[in-house]
């Protein structure tokens, strides 16, 4: 079974400062892990994800996130953070089943401070 | 091309009532799943489709929550008789494959309030 562990339910920082979301997984076998983000009365949508390629994610909107297998972690950043980054995010690990469905975190909510 | 949409944003419900909630999935994307998120908690799964065959359906609550999805295109998931508990956003992803790695496209939610 996956699981996953945001810390931090809120996460606030200043305008230009570095944002960074934690994420740590639990996974029995090679993970899929996966950042989306919802933005107030829409969807989820994807930011970035992790296949078993390279460590070092890119994503839209300039964030990016790190597969760190030794922490079993999957933090994500942004080196400066914009007012419209304010949303909710969640950090979500694919399944082994044959589902395939998330596994999500329990979602941090971004503030950015002017 | 259009994303996935949900039918209707907000329903508002006695307790004890029937809700239909509707997932119109991108179009041709087979595989169709069901997600809630109660308030404060995490997103879990609920259940998904591949075409109009339910797939796995473990995250299904009980037997008040019934989902289908005839002729594989959009699905439904009533809730008979709502309690107070299934108050959420429930959202529905819908993927063209079945790679790990592929992604889901999510729709808006529809917030259920069961009073």
């Known amino acids: 079974a996956q699981s996953v562990t945001q810390l931090g339910s809120h996460v606030s920082v200043s305008e230009g400062a570095l944002v960074l979301l934690r994420c740590n997984y639990s996974?029995?076998?090679?993970?899929?892990l996966f950042w989306y983000v919802q933005y107030p009365n829409q969807g989820l949508q994807l930011l970035l994800k992790?296949?078993?390629?390279?460590?070092l994610v890119k994503g839209i909107n300039g964030f990016e996130a790190e597969f760190k297998k030794s922490e079993t972690s999957f933090h994500l950043t942004k080196p400066s953070a914009h007012m419209s980054d304010a949303a909710e995010y969640f950090c979500?690990?694919?399944?082994?089943?044959?589902?395939?469905?998330?596994?999500f975190g329990s979602g941090t909510q971004l503030t950015v401070l002017p | 091309e259009a994303g996935v949409t949900q039918f209707p944003s907000h329903s508002v419900i006695e307790k004890g009532q029937t809700v239909t909630l509707r997932c119109d999935p991108i179009?041709?994307?087979?595989?169709l799943y069901w997600y809630r998120r109660v308030m404060g908690k995490e997103i879990k799964f609920l259940l998904h489709?591949?075409?109009?065959?339910?797939?796995?359906e473990s995250g299904m609550p009980n037997n008040r929550f019934l989902a289908e999805r005839t002729g594989g295109t959009y699905s439904t998931l009533k809730v008979q008789p709502a309690e107070l508990e299934d108050s959420g956003v429930y959202f529905c992803?819908?993927?063209?494959?079945?790679?790990?790695?592929?992604?889901?496209?999510f729709g808006p939610g529809t917030r259920l309030t069961v009073l």
């Open positions: 992803a819908s993927t063209l494959l079945r790679d790990p790695g592929a992604e889901q496209f």
């Open positions: 992790y296949t078993s390629a390279a460590t």
């Open positions: 979500a690990v694919r399944g082994s089943g044959s589902a395939r469905q998330l596994t």
């Open positions: 489709f591949v075409k109009e065959s339910k797939q796995d």
């Open positions: 996974s029995s076998v090679p993970p899929y």
């Open positions: 179009s041709g994307h087979d595989n």
